[in-house]
């Protein structure tokens, strides 16, 4: 098993772009889906985007469709996302994941420790 582990974050305005990227030590990622979570203060962990193995098939929450795009390079062992037009309502720890397809924490067995990004208005 390896270490997922997070970067990309920061600090941006409101209306500009991140990319996140999650890069995988120990090839976790190897053969398994991936996916981005959020917690923002005082607020539970919620799935912000997911990709399968292949990257054919996706999944985002509602609120960031259309703002932000998951992708991956599986020769890299890296998981990205792209974030455009963010707003303040962004702001959170972002963590990626690993092993698992669904909507919850629960759902996915490998963590990276997460990456503030913090959207100033």
């Known amino acids: 098993q390896g270490q997922l582990v997070e970067s990309g974050g920061g600090l941006v305005q409101a209306g500009g772009s991140l990319r996140l990227s999650c890069a995988d030590s120990g090839r976790t990622y190897s053969g398994y889906n991936g996916a981005w979570f959020r917690q923002g203060p005082g607020r539970e962990r919620e799935l912000v985007a997911a990709?399968?193995?292949?990257?054919?098939?996706?999944n985002y929450a509602d609120s960031v469709k259309g703002r932000f795009t998951i992708s991956r390079d599986n020769a890299k062992n890296t998981v990205y996302l792209q974030m455009n037009m963010l707003n303040p309502a962004d702001t959170a720890l972002y963590y990626c994941?690993?092993?698992?397809?669904?909507?919850?924490?629960?759902?996915?067995?490998?963590w990276g420790r997460g990456t503030q990004v913090t959207v100033s208005s």
């Open positions: 990709i399968s193995w292949s990257g054919g098939s996706t």
């Open positions: 994941a690993a092993a698992g397809w669904g909507t919850t924490q629960y759902d996915y067995r490998y």
